[in-house]
């Protein structure tokens, strides 16, 4: 499989990285000469594999649904790029 | 010897003794990172003043007897880890002016135990790297020269290469690392120095800037196996806040270095004699299982047929992982915001502006291995490579008890070296990924030079949760192998 000038476009979009269309072609090589190489994989029988899904060979930990934290706005805005007293702001969404 | 010549063990026996204190201790690897760090740019951010805080607290401690086993030892800590109110950047303009309102636990159970940092240490963006090359803050200079071309600047390896090139040029005298794909072994190899990637789930990845989720581990650097041991002890152990952090006692990890090798079998993997790798290596490597011999191992041919694969199979797996942690990066919460007209071109604007090529390239790959489509054909597929590779470790474990290998398939190289194509500088991790992908601890040890007075080191990968067996594998070498060169850059040494 070999990637387009669309998908690159598509994918950008989808991670939500702005993409300038000079930079189309480099990004196509570059990623498709990755993909070009974990290709390999396709030569390898996984017919009745399971998949392993984490590093920890375990079965996640289950805790109580309970509040362990809070009232700590300041803390947690403390890094916000911009803020209206305890909110984030992001440009106008809704006309 | 100099305060900064000392190993953690002499400078803690020292501290006991009085000879010195924690604030002369201190100062003298504040005055050592003044003197290197702008030329080595190990550092990111330096915090000297509240490093001689630590240590005059360090100081009083030791004089009450309530210090604990790190106390007034100066550590540099890799800027992944978030530290109270100390600037964390993970490497990226993104995150260029955070400061976390918390701790990470692994840096919380060093200060705990009494240690010191230094800074936080330089590493490729979001660790992700092999040279740390792709850092937002500038290449580290490793303090290693290449004999008789004292010109060429190398690199210290990575992700962690700041981490490596402080312990390293004696500006630090331990340091945090992690490790996703070799980021704490092969900068270790690189740098002449002991590091260990524990067991998935050994230490806590709360607080960590994440990479790859099921691939992080924490861990650390020393230039000797027994100060690696103590700074394992004091980060490892079992956090709530972590889902996979595993509920386990600790053992007593200095006391496992002292085990020696008697009675045990040492598997040696065939798949691992690639084609092309240095003679060097090749010699090394054999010269390091007649050291485990000589020492009452026996020593055994093993098969890991999927090792070929690991590689692959990585660059499948954190990318898709990366692409989903580092969607939190938005420009809305925290860090680094690029305006826009609306809230998509925000995000759009601001991830352009903040993340790195390399870091732009890993999750483009990851969010195309997702999408709808492919996810089979590549994540899935992947996923059970990744069973496959763990069923090799799981099979070789039933007759070893441990596996011994190079670290890397070459020595340090120069800044600028396999840049043009970004498959050339992943196949540096090659022998470092399958224990990330089975979650078994592993570690590097220096054991001997190339032709060029390079370092090189062996890696010894144990079952997991068995630390110590890993440990006494590496004392054996590092006793053997006697490796007492100097890198040319150090502390009193500059130039």
């Known amino acids: ?95 | 010897m100099t305060l900064t010549g000392l190993s953690i063990a002499e400078a803690r026996a020292g501290l006991d003794a009085r000879d010195f204190s924690a604030v002369e201790l201190v100062q003298a690897h504040v005055d050592a990172a003044a003197a290197l760090n702008p030329r080595l740019n190990a550092f990111i951010t330096l915090t000297p003043e509240l490093a001689l805080a630590q240590a005059a607290g360090a100081d009083a401690a030791l004089g009450d007897g309530s210090a604990g086993p790190l106390a007034g030892i100066p550590l540099g800590i890799k800027d992944l880890f978030c530290t109270k109110g100390v600037r964390t950047t993970a490497g990226s303009r993104i995150l260029d002016d955070f400061v976390p309102p918390y701790e990470s636990t692994v840096t919380a159970n060093l200060l705990r135990d009494g240690a010191v940092f230094l800074g936080k240490t330089n590493l490729d963006e979001f660790a992700m790297g092999s040279s740390n090359m792709t850092s937002a803050f500038g290449p580290v200079e490793n303090p290693w020269k290449r004999a008789g071309d004292p010109g060429a600047v190398l690199v210290p390896g990575g992700s962690s290469g700041g981490s490596a090139a402080a312990v390293a040029a004696r500006i630090a005298m331990g340091a945090t690392g992690t490790d996703t794909g070799g980021s704490i072994r092969q900068p270790a190899a690189l740098c002449g120095l002991a590091g260990i990637k524990p067991t998935y789930g050994r230490c806590s990845r709360w607080g960590v800037v994440a990479f790859a989720s099921s691939l992080d581990h924490p861990g650390a650097f020393a230039r000797t196996v027994q100060d690696s041991a103590m700074l394992l002890q004091s980060m490892a152990g079992f956090d709530p806040r972590d889902s996979t952090s595993v509920d386990r006692p600790v053992p007593d990890y200095a006391a496992a270095c002292r085990r020696g090798v008697r009675g045990l079998r040492i598997g040696v993997p065939r798949e691992y004699r690639a084609d092309g790798m240095p003679e060097e290596v090749d010699r090394l490597w054999r010269q390091g299982l007649d050291w485990l011999r000589a020492a009452g191992a026996t020593i055994v041919d093993v098969s890991l047929p999927h090792t070929r694969y690991g590689l692959a199979t990585y660059y499948i797996v954190a990318p898709a992982e990366a692409s989903s942690n580092l969607a939190r990066y938005d420009g809305v919460r925290f860090g680094h915001r690029e305006p826009g007209h609306d809230l998509t071109e925000l995000y759009e604007h601001t991830r352009a502006a903040g993340f790195g090529e390399e870091v732009k390239r890993r999750i483009l790959i990851g969010t195309y291995v997702l999408s709808a489509g492919y996810y089979d054909a590549y994540y899935l597929r992947a996923q059970k490579v990744r069973t496959l590779i763990l069923h090799d470790f799981d099979q070789v474990f039933a007759e070893v008890d441990a596996l011994l290998t190079p670290t890397t398939p070459n020595a340090a190289f120069a800044q600028g070296e396999k840049m043009d194509d970004p498959v050339a500088m992943y196949l540096n991790d090659v022998f470092t990924v399958p224990a990330n992908m089975a979650g078994v601890p592993a570690m590097s040890v220096p054991a001997g030079l190339d032709g060029q007075g390079l370092p090189l080191g062996l890696q010894v990968i144990g079952r997991s949760w068995d630390e110590e067996t890993v440990f006494a594998v590496a004392q054996v070498i590092e006793d053997a192998a006697g490796f007492s060169v100097l890198p040319a850059l150090r502390a009193g040494v500059v130039r």
């Open chain 1, 1 to 95: 499989m070999s990637l387009d000038p669309a998908t690159v476009r598509r994918i950008a979009k989808l991670a939500r990285i702005g993409v300038a269309e000079g930079d189309v072609a480099r990004l196509q090589g570059e990623l498709n000469g990755i993909l070009g190489w974990i290709e390999q994989l396709s030569e390898v029988n996984v017919d009745g594999v399971e998949p392993l899904t984490g590093g920890a060979q375990i079965a996640l930990r289950l805790r109580a649904d309970a509040v362990t934290d809070g009232h700590i706005a300041d803390a947690v805005l403390s890094n916000a790029p911009d803020r209206v007293g305890d909110f984030y702001t992001v440009p106008k969404v809704v006309e």
